[in-house]
């Protein structure tokens, strides 16, 4: 299989680019968002195999400030901001000449990156992937609030002792800090792909830390107050909404996008947590194919 790499000039600075595919196929790509904000591609490469599965681009990319991208770890909390991401995937879409059709899929915080795309209703967007991702981060909060609480006693004792005293590199916050992640984040050992991204993160984690916190569910970042959930009418793509059984992302935090999207399905899948592509790939795979291939001709007109 094709696969082209290469740099979008941004602002001055690179976006780093991976096309698994050919883009003149005559269906429009995929392009998938990462998470974190900060966590590098690597652990979404198991959509790549969409390119053969499909016959279509399959496009990943590395954020500003992280992976192959331009870093820029002197930037402060006002440079890490939402938008600057919108505007970036922005700039990627014409780069790459795919304005005019594609399909998105964001996993974790790409999924509401590609929420803020989608609410300005971009012509070219075929069809919308949003995949364990909140509507709301108070609602992320409130729900990592609770999935802490049936922690061990002396895990929450330990998380609560470092937070409080700011200390969360020690290693034993990080050791506490993975058994949440085993629980929610990923319930298998962590795949090759998966185990990259944590280590360039931990690399560089300047946008992890500005725009999140030091954890999953220590949330203290810029985005702490950011939701979506009163402009979800606006989304006019045909939207598919993943999440896992046992995932970070519970229904609570889900559940405004099925309630605010007019066309939209949920699907669950019952042995995953956070990565439902790495955790049950054939099935999650296999459930995209089919959505986006729905959608690969424009929408009628009205009328």
């Given at each position: 299989?094709?696969?082209?790499e290469g740099?979008?000039?941004?602002?001055?600075?690179?976006?780093w680019?991976?096309?698994?595919?050919?883009?003149?196929?005559?269906?429009?790509?995929?392009?998938?968002?990462?998470?974190?904000?900060?966590?590098?591609?690597?652990?979404?490469?198991?959509?790549?195999?969409?390119?053969?599965?499909?016959?279509?681009?399959?496009?990943?990319?590395?954020?500003?400030g992280?992976?192959?991208?331009?870093?820029?770890?002197?930037?402060?909390?006002?440079?890490?901001?939402?938008?600057?991401?919108?505007?970036?995937l922005?700039?990627?879409?014409r780069?790459?000449?795919?304005?005019?059709?594609?399909?998105?899929?964001?996993?974790?915080?790409?999924?509401?990156?590609?929420?803020?795309?989608?609410?300005?209703?971009?012509?070219?967007?075929?069809?919308?992937?949003?995949?364990?991702?909140?509507?709301?981060?108070?609602?992320?909060?409130?729900?990592?609030?609770?999935?802490?609480?049936?922690?061990?006693?002396?895990?929450?004792?330990?998380?609560?002792?470092?937070?409080?005293?700011?200390?969360?590199?020690?290693?034993?916050?990080?050791?506490a800090?993975?058994?949440?992640?085993?629980?929610?984040?990923?319930?298998?050992p962590?795949?090759p792909?998966?185990?990259?991204?944590?280590?360039?993160?931990?690399?560089?984690?300047?946008?992890?830390?500005?725009?999140?916190?030091?954890?999953?569910?220590?949330?203290?970042?810029?985005i702490?107050?950011?939701?979506?959930?009163?402009?979800l009418?606006?989304?006019a793509?045909?939207?598919?909404?993943?999440?896992?059984?046992?995932?970070?992302?519970?229904?609570?935090v889900v559940?405004?996008?099925?309630?605010?999207?007019?066309?939209?399905?949920?699907?669950?899948?019952?042995?995953?947590s956070?990565l439902?592509?790495?955790?049950e790939?054939?099935?999650?795979?296999?459930?995209?194919?089919?959505?986006?291939?729905?959608?690969d001709?424009?929408?009628?007109?009205?009328g």
């Open positions: 299989m094709l696969i082209t740099e979008a000039d941004f602002r001055g600075w690179k976006t680019y991976r096309i698994t595919g050919a883009l003149d196929s005559d269906k429009p790509p995929l392009v998938c968002l990462h998470g974190g904000p900060g966590v590098p591609h690597n652990y979404l490469l198991r959509y790549a195999d969409l390119a053969e599965r499909t016959g279509r681009a399959v496009i990943h990319y590395d954020q500003l992280c992976g192959r991208s331009t870093h820029l770890p002197d930037r402060g909390a006002d440079f890490w901001q939402v938008p600057l991401f919108v505007e970036e922005d700039n990627l879409l780069h790459l000449g795919i304005a005019g059709a594609y399909h998105l899929l964001g996993q974790s915080w790409g999924g509401m990156l590609a929420a803020e795309h989608a609410v300005r209703r971009p012509a070219g967007l075929r069809s919308l992937v949003i995949s364990n991702s909140p509507a709301s981060m108070a609602l992320w909060l409130q729900e990592a609030g609770r999935l802490r609480e049936a922690l061990p006693p002396e895990v929450q004792a330990t998380l609560l002792l470092h937070e409080a005293a700011g200390t969360t590199a020690d290693p034993a916050y990080e050791a800090m993975m058994v949440f992640y085993e629980r929610h984040v990923c319930r298998i962590f795949p792909e998966v185990a990259a991204s944590f280590a360039l993160l931990a690399e560089d984690p300047t946008v992890y830390h500005t725009m999140n916190g030091p954890s999953e569910f220590h949330c203290i970042g810029t702490k107050t950011w939701s979506i959930i009163d402009r009418g606006a989304i793509a045909p939207t598919l909404l993943i999440s896992g059984r046992h995932d970070e992302a519970t229904p609570a559940q405004p996008y099925q309630d605010g999207i007019a066309d939209v399905r949920w699907l669950i899948f019952e042995e995953s956070h439902p592509h790495v955790e790939p054939e099935q999650c795979l296999a459930a995209v194919a089919d959505f986006i291939a729905a959608y001709a424009p929408a009628a007109s009205p």
